[in-house]
Structure formats: structure tokens, C-alpha cells
């Protein structure tokens, strides 16, 4: 076969070829282009780093920020807690003097009407104390036509009225 017999004369030329091309991708690759490729990584490596680091400055800002606001609003709570207590104090204060001058008056208007009661219930006492005299000593002297002393029916209907 003549294709065998030619590879010795051609096997040494391709091994050399072989070389060549493997020494242009070595250098065309290895030395010009990885150089570009870790730069690019390591720029962007720098950049996720720088990015991480920003994030956490923002983080601690962001922290710090919450932990004003938190004892602003502590304070605020605080504040409005104290304010609320003595408009508490101010307002029970208030109502009870303006319940103690009412509980005055009441009172004193419960005594002049406690008062008037009474004099209007012995005066009502003693208007029925006559008419029920007056009554008595018509009924005995219509019925039986005898005139009884005023003092002794006045006497007796007393008794009666106090025992009920």
C-alpha cells in the first residue's frame, strides 16, 4: 500500500507542524489572552469586594440610623408617657374640686329642701290635726247631738295620729 509506505517520509514534517501549532496556541493563548482574562477577573473580583464592602458601610449606617430613630422614639414614648400623666393628675385634680363644690350645693340645697319638707309636713300635720277636729266634733254632735269639749277631741285625735 502505498499510503504506509509514505509515513515515514511525512511523519517527521507533520510532528513538526504539530509543534509549530501547539507553540502558536501556547503563546497565542497562554500569553496574550489568559493575562486578559485574570485581569478581567480580578477587576471584577475588586469590584464584588469594593461592592461587599460599600454594602456593608450602608448596612452599619443603616443600623446605627434604626438604633436613633429606636431611641428617638423610646424618648418620644417616654415623653408622651409623662405628659399623659399629668394631664391625668390636671384633669382628676379638676373634677374633683368641681365635685366637691357640686357635692357642696347638693348638700346644701338637700338641707334647705329637707327643711322645707319638714315645715310643710308639720304644717300639713296640723291642718289635718284641725280638719280632723273639726270633723270629729260635727260627726259626734250630728249623730249624737251632744257638744263635746274642742280640747278632748283635740287630745284625742292627737293620741290617734300618733299611734297610726
Known amino acids: 500500500m502505498p499510503q504506509l509506505s509514505q509515513i515515514g517520509e511525512i511523519y517527521a514534517s ?4 504539530l509543534a509549530i501549532v501547539f507553540a502558536l496556541i501556547y503563546f497565542g493563548i497562554g ?3 489568559v493575562p486578559k482574562i485574570e485581569k478581567t477577573v480580578d477587576d471584577r473580583n475588586a ?3 469594593g461592592d461587599i464592602a460599600a454594602a456593608e458601610g450602608a ?3 443603616a443600623l446605627a440610623s434604626e438604633r436613633e430613630y429606636q431611641a428617638g422614639l423610646d ?3 417616654s415623653t408622651a408617657t409623662v405628659a399623659i400623666v399629668a394631664a391625668k393628675t390636671r384633669v382628676t385634680a379638676s373634677t374633683e374640686a368641681s365635685l366637691k363644690t357640686s357635692d357642696a350645693a347638693m ?3 338637700i338641707a334647705i329642701a329637707t327643711a322645707h319638707i319638714d315645715s310643710s309636713k308639720t304644717a300639713a300635720l296640723a291642718e289635718i290635726e284641725t280638719a280632723t277636729t ?6 259626734v254632735a250630728k249623730l249624737s247631738g251632744v257638744a263635746v269639749d274642742r280640747a278632748t277631741i283635740a287630745t284625742r285625735v ?3 295620729l300618733a299611734h297610726g
Not at 14 to 17: A, D, G, T, V
Not at 134 to 139: E, P, S, T
Open 14 to 17: 507533520q510532528l513538526f507542524w
Open 31 to 33: 500569553k496574550a489572552m
Open 47 to 49: 469590584r464584588i469586594q
Open 59 to 61: 448596612r452599619a449606617t
Open 75 to 77: 424618648s418620644a414614648r
Open 107 to 109: 348638700a346644701a340645697q
Open 134 to 139: 273639726d270633723a270629729v266634733a260635727q260627726i
Open 158 to 160: 292627737k293620741a290617734e
